[in-house]
């Protein structure tokens, strides 16, 4: 059984569902002796925020222009730098063997510094 429904009357509903949720929320930790009394309504809260958000995203995607922020924040990764070219006598697959051996060794080496009582805790 469909029953239509308009733009503006679900946009209300939702908003009631998320108000519901921020006053049920807090009603359960305001009323709550136990911390897994409190969890729950701290699970109200999160899930009304996020109704929130979902209400609130497309007014936020026309004023902010979020077409163009988006993909510049997806676009962001970390490089790792190059190390010193060792000629173009190696070979590809034993140049990355060194290069990820080389990694390797940095890791271990700065994991022992912060480990307590390793050769590099005392120094700084």
């Not at 699970?43 to 993909?71: N, Q, V, W």
Request: charged share 15%; glycine share 16%; net charge positive.
């Amino acid at each position: 059984m469909d029953i239509p429904i308009s733009s503006r009357d679900f946009r209300c509903l939702q908003l009631a569902c998320v108000a519901l949720g921020l006053v049920a929320g807090s009603i359960i930790i305001g009323v709550s002796v136990s911390k897994a009394a409190a969890a729950v309504g701290g699970i109200f809260i999160g899930a009304a925020g996020l109704g929130l958000l979902i209400l609130a995203y497309p007014f936020l995607k026309a004023r902010f222009s979020l077409d163009h922020i988006l993909p510049a924040i997806g676009n962001l990764r970390i490089h790792p730098q190059r190390g010193p070219d060792h000629g173009e006598g190696r070979s590809s697959a034993n140049g990355s063997k060194e290069g990820a051996h080389s990694s390797l060794s940095t890791v271990s080496r700065t994991l022992e510094k912060l480990k307590p009582g390793g050769r590099g805790a005392g120094e700084g």
